[in-house]
């Protein structure tokens, strides 16, 4: 089983709808959870991170947590063509005195104008 | 503020030579320093971190090998590369108190 786990996509959505994107992961440990997006051919930039049961809001994007059911997603409101991009979840390991991320293979999200 | 800078963005290698990208931070002291390797349609592979001077751990074994000769500075070796060292090298640093990754603009390393 692969600790983080997104479908690949691609996404597709018209201009000004809502995109959702999901990840899961493995490790019931894990604490934090991020998101990052990357367009083609760039390196990932971060645009999101969760560590609570719950929704965080920043902007269009809506990072949602559940533990229990260890999965997080990510919401993108009023999409628009420069959303068009690959999602990357990214989960936190737990080790000692080290921060060591997990990706997922991304999701690919394309807008239509 | 903090920036990372990796270099060069491009290159194409033949089989059997050697290899060093570099990746240096500037505006912070003491930072993690992580070398992933995203292969094409892939997600990132963790290759290697670093909490601190000379002290180097990998993940995955393989070709390649890392060095943090100062503190804001790693570097990426191989001896000899194979064709299956191609991929999209991803220099990344974090606060040591703090878990988000900054990446570098990336090396796409092209073995032929």
């Known amino acids: 089983q692969k600790e983080v786990e997104q479908n690949s996509g691609p996404l597709s959505v018209p201009e000004g709808a809502i995109a959702s994107l999901n990840c899961t992961y493995s490790?019931?440990?894990?604490?934090?959870f991020f998101w990052y997006r990357q367009y083609s051919g760039k390196s990932p930039e971060l645009i999101m991170f969760?560590?609570?049961?719950g929704d965080k809001e920043d902007g269009r994007f809506t990072a949602q947590l559940n533990k229990a059911s260890q999965y997080v997603s990510l919401l993108i409101r009023d999409s628009q063509p420069s959303d068009s991009a690959t999602y990357l979840c990214?989960?936190?390991?737990?080790?000692?005195?080290?921060?060591?991320?997990?990706f997922g293979a991304g999701t690919t999200v394309t807008v239509r104008a | 503020s903090q920036t990372i800078h990796q270099w060069p963005a491009t290159l194409v290698q033949p089989v059997g030579s050697p290899l060093s990208l570099e990746c240096t931070v500037e505006?912070?002291?003491?930072?993690?320093l992580y070398w992933y390797r995203q292969a094409a349609g892939r997600g990132l592979q963790l290759l290697f971190y670093?909490?601190?001077?000379?002290?180097i751990s990998s993940e995955v074994p393989q070709n390649l090998s890392a060095s943090r000769p100062q503190d804001r500075q790693f570097i990426l070796s191989s001896k000899k590369l194979l064709l299956s060292d191609s991929g999209f090298y991803l220099c990344a640093w974090s606060r040591r108190d703090r878990e988000e990754a900054f990446f570098g603009q990336g090396t796409r390393l092209t073995v032929v």
């Open positions: 670093s909490v601190g001077i000379g002290q």
């Open positions: 505006g912070t002291s003491n930072p993690n």
């Open positions: 969760i560590y609570s049961n």
């Open positions: 490790d019931r440990g894990s604490q934090s």
């Open positions: 990214a989960v936190n390991r737990r080790g000692s005195n080290d921060y060591k991320l997990s």
